[in-house]
């Protein structure tokens, strides 16, 4: 019988538990399916946030989710004015795995502003180390009463999945081919993919998809020679993401450099598919009897299989 797990996440105010911290017991009050949205108000009748204490409010959700996925958690504010600039709809999301143990937190999807108005947004991106039963906890960032806080936040949560084809670690090295040129340091993955089905490639600093200290940039090489280029992510930031429709069907290559030549930094890539996987199946490292290839230095991240690092 596969492992059931329970792990929480939190959308709360204040970032007072940080990653490794634990948190009390939970009872959720609604339920979201993955693929699914839920539009809600949270209000100052709302129950008391259960980590924040007296002057929080907070919703809370279960959901299912399955190992060999790569799960997108949003959290939008749907006030009157633009969504992610009204100061009344500042959230803050945290994922709790069974124990209590907070794995991973987001405040502001994009620090600092953006065109896209998401800096008071969040959003996680999770790979869960095994299936089981999620929690979603909604709250504010701030208490009720702070600045123009009235207790009344109108949001819409959404979660996202996508098959994970692969993942890797990896570090810009000097003097290898790359489109960017000799002179840029680079990192360059291989993986095998089917023509016809849409993958994304996602590469990012190691503090997470949101590192504004790394800035990357992604070639992805079809097997005919095509390159496709991204520099900024479109949502803002400096991380990278190609989406795109494999046109043939073989070994395509992937390499990250830095905006600058010299740049040099370590680095994480996820490669997903978007079908999503409906049940869990053994997996086996991608690119077996791929030449002149080896695994990166952590060839393997939460259990799912290394890219290949050439």
């Not at 992604?218 to 496709?228: A, F, I, Q, S």
């Not at 046109?247 to 010299?262: M, N, Q, R």
Request: net charge negative; hydrophobic share 35%; glycine share 12%.
């Amino acid at each position: 019988m596969r492992k059931q797990l329970l792990a929480t996440v939190i959308l709360t105010g204040w970032a007072i538990f940080a990653p490794g911290s634990w948190m009390p017991v939970i009872h959720a009050q609604f339920s979201i399916a993955s693929g699914g949205s839920s539009a809600n108000t949270l209000t100052a009748s709302s129950p008391v946030c259960t980590i924040r204490g007296a002057n929080f409010r907070q919703h809370t959700y279960t959901v299912a989710l399955m190992m060999g996925n790569e799960y997108t958690i949003d959290l939008v504010g749907t006030g009157p004015n633009n969504p992610g600039w009204d100061a009344s709809l500042d959230a803050y999301l945290y994922l709790l795995n069974p124990t209590g143990q907070v794995v991973d937190e987001n405040d502001d999807i994009i620090m600092g502003g953006g065109s896209a108005g998401l800096e008071l947004c969040s959003r996680i991106a999770y790979n869960p180390p095994a299936s089981g039963t999620y929690t979603i906890i909604v709250t504010t960032w701030a208490p009720i009463g702070y600045v123009a806080f009235d207790g009344t936040m109108p949001y819409k949560l959404t979660v996202a999945a996508q098959g994970i084809v692969g993942t890797s670690d990896g570090t810009l090295r000097p003097g290898q081919p790359n489109p960017a040129g000799t002179n840029y340091n680079s990192g360059m993955h291989s993986v095998n993919l089917t023509a016809g089905q849409t993958y994304t490639v996602d590469v990012h600093g190691e503090n997470g998809l949101y590192d504004y200290q790394v800035d990357t940039v992604l070639y992805v090489v079809d097997p005919k020679g095509v390159t496709t280029r991204n520099d900024d992510y479109a949502e803002g930031g400096k991380s990278s993401r190609i989406t795109f429709t494999a046109t043939d069907s073989g070994l395509y290559k992937i390499y990250v450099t830095g905006w600058a030549p010299a740049d040099t930094f370590s680095y994480h890539m996820t490669v997903t598919d978007s079908r999503a996987v409906t049940s869990e199946t053994p997996v086996t490292p991608l690119g077996a009897g791929i030449p002149n290839v080896r695994l990166s230095p952590r060839p393997e991240r939460l259990g799912i299989p290394a890219l290949l690092l050439g």
